[in-house]
């Protein structure tokens, strides 16, 4: 068996000494909960940050933009956030989208969607497959390409970005090249893949913590088995784009990830995968810090720009 990578383990005992997220009100994780994590990673250099406001299913709703530099006709890639579906925003996530942006060069465009409780399910897929649908028609006018669309997001980001790309498919569109999905969530808690068993405490996320943020996103527990909470679930994953699946050795969500791709596989969507075997849930938070992180966002922007 991997051991844990040497330069999560610090980060992991500095962790381990915290209150555990799922102890305390939403509002007081949502203020302190993406702090434990941030620990100062210098941002990559962007052209522009540009938020805008658009018309989404309940009311305004907000993106952020990252242009790569001032070229006309870059592919763009709709960021999903990660979040249980429940806390973190596109501050939490501004880095990560900083990285992707001039990793890959695509323009990036990052959406503030509704958050559980106070907006359970289906509230934030709706408002992700509305800004898929505002990037294509609006693509040109921030430089982008609306016959160059990817999705991508990292945990519950990386659900709805699935999600998305499912929803697309059945729903008219628009096309998208490239689903990015960074140790995504796939499944409802109680399927208990065995990575939970595993995986489920000391290396971080806890399934004590999964199955909070689940039952704060799903107001009805029968939506649990409905293909656009868990993708896994789908009756069918043909006709998806291309797909880049990242796992960690080290969490929870990893069997779940992986049976994803292998489902995607199976229904004849080209799919590559990467399984750090020595990281945990959210490495991806430690880009410039950690050498597998930066080679893992360095392997996936590559991904990305190749494919889309």
């Known amino acids: 068996m991997n051991d844990v990578h040497p ?5 992991l005992d500095k962790a381990a000494a915290l209150p555990p997220i799922h102890l305390a009100a939403i509002e007081e994780t949502r203020r302190n909960g993406p702090a434990r994590y941030q620990i100062g990673v210098p941002p990559d250099p962007v052209a522009s940050v540009n938020d805008r406001i658009i018309d989404g299913p309940a009311g305004p709703l907000a993106l952020r933009i990252y242009r790569p530099d001032s070229r006309v006709g870059r592919a763009v890639t709709v960021f999903f956030h990660g979040g249980g579906f429940a806390i973190c925003s596109p501050d939490t996530h501004d880095g990560m989208c900083r990285q992707i942006c001039h990793r890959s060069g695509t323009i990036v465009v990052s959406v503030d969607y509704r958050l559980a409780p106070e907006h359970p399910f289906p509230a934030a897929p709706d408002d992700c497959l509305a800004a898929l649908r505002w990037v294509a028609a609006h693509a040109a006018s921030f430089g982008g390409d ?5 999705v991508a997001g990292d945990s519950a980001g990386g659900n709805l970005a699935a999600v998305t790309a499912l929803r697309a498919r059945d729903g008219g569109g628009p096309p998208v090249k490239a689903q990015l999905l960074i140790y995504p969530v796939t499944d409802h808690y109680t399927a208990r893949h065995p990575s939970y068993a595993d995986r489920g405490t000391g290396f971080g996320l806890t399934g004590e913590t999964m199955d909070w943020f689940w039952d704060l996103y799903l107001s009805d527990p029968a939506h649990a088995a409905h293909p656009d909470a868990s993708p896994l679930r789908a009756s069918s994953l043909s ?17 779940e990830g992986e049976a994803y791709a292998t489902r995607l596989r199976d229904a004849g969507v080209a799919v590559d995968e990467a399984r750090y075997a020595d990281m945990n849930h959210g490495f991806f938070n430690w880009v410039g810090l950690i050498d597998r992180s930066t080679e893992a966002m360095d392997a996936a922007c590559a991904w990305l720009q190749r494919t889309v």
């Open 7 to 11: 330069g999560l383990r610090a980060l």
């Open 146 to 150: 609306p016959a160059r669309l990817a």
């Open 239 to 255: 006709g998806l784009p291309r797909a880049y699946v990242v796992t960690a050795g080290f969490d929870l969500l990893r069997d």
